[in-house]
């Protein structure tokens, strides 16, 4: 895990005063998210009928039918959302030979904890392991972020997968790097599985500070080579398209339901259609689940000024790509759901 998250690393490294703060700031995130995350994990009950209850219901149904393609729930085709973390899950029940809550909340604490580790490597890389530290135990202690890694659902699935492309991203493309087609094989990888866990809305979290970051110079700064795009899209294509083929073969309806589902969730909570549904909320309603981040949310007033004084200051110097990119990362995506008529809490996703 240490050699994933610092690329840089050798295994000497591991003996220097550098290598030995990383060891230790990594044991220490280790415990940590192991005892939030992992501590009588599956003590309480299914929280939700329409949540953990579901989703584990369809992944048990996938362990004894046999059926991995198409999600089923009550024997009835479930094809609203696509397979990954049921996959997982029913993965879970395999390999703990038990079905409970427990057995089913523990993909998605691994994938928070993973999501933590990512994290930290992001801070590292871009400012120093100060900043990973900080930003890994920040991201480990948000009620939210917790909440999630300890239910049995799509949502930390699609954290994690995101965070992964970005991190990719954010190698390739924001950082020099000299193995610029390496990180974005693994980009296009992970957004395919972002794209399994919850269809276009994994592809648009990622997609958007990607877009904002190339529009606003990212290409400029760090010119990019059309293959490794071309790499990307290529891995990204063999990772989703056989699921694609499979599925279509067994429902031939799903274009039906996918279009259903792009109009619910991605079409319609941008139009004025559910400006009376029971979803609908203020554009500032998201300022608001900020506070499930505290004691750390009590800082976004300094973040915010220090990220004024940079755009400010732009005009003298290039503002910093790495920052640029962490604003757009968070900034896109909050204003884009915020503008969006329907809200629920857990909204948005992977920012």
Same mark, same amino acid.
């Given at each position: 895990?240490?050699?994933?998250?610092?690329?840089?690393?050798?295994?000497?490294?591991?003996?220097?005063?550098?290598?030995?703060?990383?060891?230790?700031?990594?044991?220490?995130?280790?415990?940590?998210?192991?005892?939030?995350?992992?501590?009588?994990?599956?003590?309480?009950?299914?929280?939700?009928?329409?949540?953990?209850? $579901?989703?584990?219901?369809?992944?048990?149904?996938?362990?004894?039918?046999?059926?991995?393609?198409?999600?089923?729930?009550?024997?009835?085709?479930?094809?609203?959302?696509?397979?990954?973390?049921?996959?997982?899950?029913?993965?879970?029940?395999?390999?703990?030979?038990?079905?409970?809550?427990?057995?089913?909340?523990?993909?998605?604490?691994?994938?928070?904890?993973?999501?933590?580790?990512?994290?930290?490597?992001?801070?590292?890389?871009?400012?120093?392991?100060?900043?990973?530290?900080?930003?890994?135990?920040?991201?480990?202690?948000?009620?939210?972020?917790?909440?999630?890694?300890?239910?049995?659902?799509?949502?930390?699935?699609?954290?994690?997968?995101?965070?992964?492309?970005?991190?990719?991203?954010?190698?390739?493309?924001?950082?020099?790097?000299?193995?610029?087609?390496?990180?974005?094989?693994?980009?296009?990888?992970?957004?395919?599985?972002?794209?399994?866990?919850?269809?276009?809305?994994?592809?648009?979290?990622?997609?958007?500070?990607?877009?904002?970051?190339?529009?606003?110079?990212?290409?400029?700064?760090?010119?990019?080579?059309?293959?490794?795009?071309?790499?990307?899209?290529?891995?990204?294509?063999?990772?989703?398209?056989?699921?694609?083929?499979?599925?279509?073969?067994?429902?031939?309806?799903?274009?039906?339901?996918?279009?259903?589902?792009?109009?619910?969730?991605?079409? $319609?909570?941008?139009?004025?259609?559910?400006?009376?549904?029971?979803?609908?909320?203020?554009?500032?309603?998201?300022?608001?689940?900020?506070?499930?981040?505290?004691?750390?949310?009590?800082?976004?007033?300094?973040?915010?000024?220090?990220?004024?004084?940079?755009?400010?200051?732009?005009?003298?110097?290039?503002?910093?790509?790495?920052?640029?990119?962490?604003?757009?990362?968070?900034?896109?995506?909050?204003?884009?759901?915020?503008?969006?008529?329907?809200?629920?809490?857990?909204?948005?996703?992977?920012?």
């Amino acid at each position: 895990m240490f050699l994933i998250l610092t690329p840089s690393t050798t295994l000497r490294a591991g003996f220097s005063p550098k290598g030995r703060r990383e060891v230790v700031e990594s044991l220490l995130l280790l415990l940590l998210t192991g005892w939030l995350f992992g501590y009588r994990l599956g003590a309480l009950g299914f929280w939700n009928k329409h949540t953990e209850s $579901r989703r584990a219901e369809v992944a048990r149904e996938m362990v004894v039918s046999g059926d991995w393609v198409v999600p089923h729930l009550n024997g009835k085709v479930f094809p609203t959302k696509p397979p990954l973390a049921y996959w997982l899950m029913a993965l879970s029940f395999r390999w703990t030979d038990r079905v409970d809550e427990w057995a089913a909340r523990l993909p998605s604490a691994i994938c928070g904890w993973l999501t933590v580790f990512v994290t930290y490597g992001i801070g590292r890389r871009l400012w120093g392991s100060g900043a990973g530290l900080f930003s890994g135990t920040f991201l480990a202690t948000g009620v939210l972020f917790q909440w999630y890694a300890r239910s049995a659902g799509l949502d930390m699935v699609l954290t994690c997968a995101t965070t992964l492309t970005l991190w990719c991203f954010i190698n390739s493309q924001v950082i020099e790097t000299q193995r610029q087609s390496r990180w974005m094989i693994l980009g296009g990888v992970f957004l395919a599985l972002a794209t399994l866990t919850k269809g276009p809305l994994g592809l648009s979290v990622p997609l958007l500070p990607i877009a904002g970051w190339l529009v606003l110079g990212g290409r400029q700064r760090h010119p990019s080579r059309f293959k490794t795009w071309l790499w990307a899209l290529l891995a990204f294509a063999v990772v989703l398209v056989p699921w694609c083929v499979s599925i279509l073969q067994r429902a031939p309806n799903i274009f039906e339901v996918a279009s259903q589902e792009i109009r619910e969730n991605i079409v $319609r909570p941008l139009t004025s259609q559910y400006q009376h549904g029971s979803h609908h909320e203020p554009w500032y309603y998201y300022l608001g689940t900020l506070g499930a981040f505290a004691p750390w949310s009590l800082f976004l007033p300094a973040a915010l000024w220090e990220w004024g004084s940079a755009v400010r200051a732009r005009a003298q110097r290039p503002m910093d790509s790495g920052l640029l990119f962490v604003w757009l990362w968070f900034g896109l995506n909050l204003i884009v759901f915020s503008l969006a008529p329907q809200k629920k809490p857990y909204a948005p996703r992977g920012s």
